[in-house]
């Protein structure tokens, strides 16, 4: 059995239950090394197999759990944050789905969720944006056609770029292209939830500054739009003079 397991944006304590039960039983784990805390490994149980998988191509990922497999031996293949964004956890299912070998997934805390907790934000706020954009700048690795930055910046929704922090200026150009003011609110979350966090804040014009201030090259979140700084409605569904299904407003 290979259980996918999300590790979450990197402090221990936020993976969650299931997934540090998984990793305690596990005889075998294949990790994320270039950004999965290695403290997490600590739990593993005396005897197990670890491989790191930023050294690892595909099919020495998939080799490796063959052979737990046919061993039959469980795997926990560790991936950062939550494993559907940004895992390529597709590849391997439909790889071990062929060899008729068994998985399941344990979703994990993303690190987008882990920067907003940083800044105290809130993705959707009323009367600002009730979308969130989750997205990245198309680098050594294109985006599909119309899902380019600057097209996606055309909505004025929340929005979290992945795998962009070492491109800032080409973020930053993307971003006023697609409609987006200088002064719209931007923040960068370095390493959100770690030891070593650092949260930014500044606006799209001048987003590329910050960065390299700072020194910014890589495990950044980009996180852009009003919500970050800008006047809101309060929820309706807590307003005394709003009707639920539960309550009876005063109104």
């Not at 990793?23 to 005897?47: F, R």
């Not at 962009?164 to 200088?182: I, R």
Request: aromatic share 6%.
């Amino acid at each position: 059995m290979v259980h996918f397991v999300g590790a979450g944006p990197g402090a221990p304590d936020l993976i969650t239950l299931r997934g540090a039960e998984l990793l305690k039983t596990a005889d075998v784990v294949i990790y994320a090394g270039s950004l999965v805390n290695p403290e997490l490994l600590q739990s593993c149980k005396e005897g197990c197999e670890i491989h790191n998988s930023a050294e690892m191509t595909l099919p020495e990922v998939l080799a490796v759990m063959e052979r737990a497999e046919a061993a039959g031996k469980t795997t926990v293949r560790l991936h950062t944050g939550d494993p559907a964004l940004y895992g390529a956890i597709r590849e391997q299912i439909d790889a071990l789905r062929e060899k008729h070998i068994e998985f399941d997934v344990t979703p994990g805390v993303s690190s987008l969720f882990g920067a907003a907790a940083a800044l105290g934000a809130e993705f959707t706020l009323p009367g600002v944006s009730q979308s969130l954009i989750v997205t990245r700048l198309a680098g050594r690795t294109g985006v599909p056609a119309g899902e380019a930055l600057h097209d996606m910046a055309r909505h004025g929704a929340s929005m979290a770029l992945f795998l962009s922090s070492g491109m800032l200026e080409k973020v930053q150009e993307e971003l006023l292209t697609g409609g987006y003011d200088a002064d719209t609110p931007a923040a960068l979350v370095y390493k959100a939830t770690w030891p070593d966090e650092k949260v930014m804040r500044c606006t799209v014009g001048t987003l590329a500054e910050a960065g390299a201030a700072e020194g910014i090259r890589k495990t950044a979140l980009v996180l852009v739009g009003g919500f970050l700084d800008a006047p809101y409605e309060k929820s309706r569904l807590y307003d005394p003079s709003f009707t639920t299904e539960f309550r009876k407003g005063n109104a």
